[in-house]
Nanobody, 118 residues
Framework: VQLVESGGGLVQAGGSLRLSCVASGSTFSIDAMAWYRQAPGKQRELVATITSGGGSTNYADSVKGRFTISRDNAKNTMYLQMNSLKPEDTAVYYC????????????WGRGTQVTVSS
């Protein structure tokens, strides 16, 4: 399984970015997915999750109302729309795949850097 994130960059506070995560080598439509982030000197934290069919999502309190997780199973792609960005959103964002085929297995992408300037 390979996960490749893209869409990160430098943006001013209040701006928007859309991250993408393309999966290969898995049965994407039965895999749960998630976005995590890790800021310098901090532990990796959960940002949002989405079920295999996309019918259920959950968000960290810090991003509720600003971020939207979604997926397109036909394209094996997950997205994270990030609006009203804040400097504290600065981090490396990682996607995670939880296998629906091999229970207990999960996979990580290499991450994409998001930097929000004040």
């Amino acid at each position: 399984v390979q996960l490749v994130e893209s869409g990160g960059g430098l943006v001013q506070a209040g701006g928007s970015l859309r991250l993408s995560c393309v999966a290969s080598g898995s049965t994407f439509s039965i895999d749960a997915m998630a976005w995590y982030r890790q800021a310098p000197g901090k532990q990796r934290e959960l940002v949002a999750t989405i079920t295999s069919g996309g019918g259920s999502t959950n968000y960290a309190d810090s991003v509720k109302g600003r971020f939207t997780i979604s997926r397109d199973n036909a394209k094996n792609t997950m997205y994270l729309q990030m609006n009203s960005l804040k400097p504290e959103d600065t981090a490396v964002y990682y996607c995670k795949l939880v296998s629906g085929t091999y229970l207990g297995r999960h996979y990580w992408g290499r991450g994409t850097q998001v930097t929000v300037s004040s």
